[in-house]
């Protein structure tokens, strides 16, 4: 059974970078065929769609976000990061680290519990 557990302050300040971690049990993230992914949910936004790192270490953005965003990963430790840079107070919300399939359809079948992130001076 795969398990995703979100890690990282639930307050960052303005313009400043906010940097989660995801650490991984159960599976590989260099297992084929499998997307690592980070999700927002806030109020005003729903789910939102943030990135993805592949099995093959390829990322794919959100174009509204690529800017702004970095995900890595550390094989070695089984976990890979989230950076936003620049966050304004929009960016609070939940925070959830993700398993999907590369195949189609697409299936988030393997959530963390989320971390919640609050914006605010």
């Known amino acids: 059974q795969v398990q995703l557990q979100e890690s990282g302050p639930g307050l960052v300040k303005p313009s400043q970078t906010l940097s989660l971690t995801c650490t991984v049990s159960?599976?590989?993230?260099?297992?084929?065929?499998?997307?690592w992914t980070w999700i927002r949910q806030s109020p005003e936004k729903g789910l939102e769609w943030m990135g993805d790192?592949?099995?093959?270490?390829?990322?794919d953005y959100s174009p509204a976000l690529k800017s702004r965003t970095s995900i890595y990963r550390d094989t070695s430790k089984n976990q890979f990061t989230l950076q936003l840079r620049s966050v304004t107070p929009e960016a609070t919300g939940l925070y959830y680290c993700?398993?999907?399939?590369?195949?189609?359809?697409?299936?988030?079948?393997?959530w963390g519990e989320g971390t919640q992130v609050t914006v605010s001076s």
């Open positions: 993700v398993r999907s399939n590369t195949w189609w359809p697409r299936g988030f079948a393997y």
């Open positions: 159960g599976g590989s993230i260099t297992t084929n065929d499998y997307y």
């Open positions: 790192i592949g099995y093959n270490g390829i990322t």
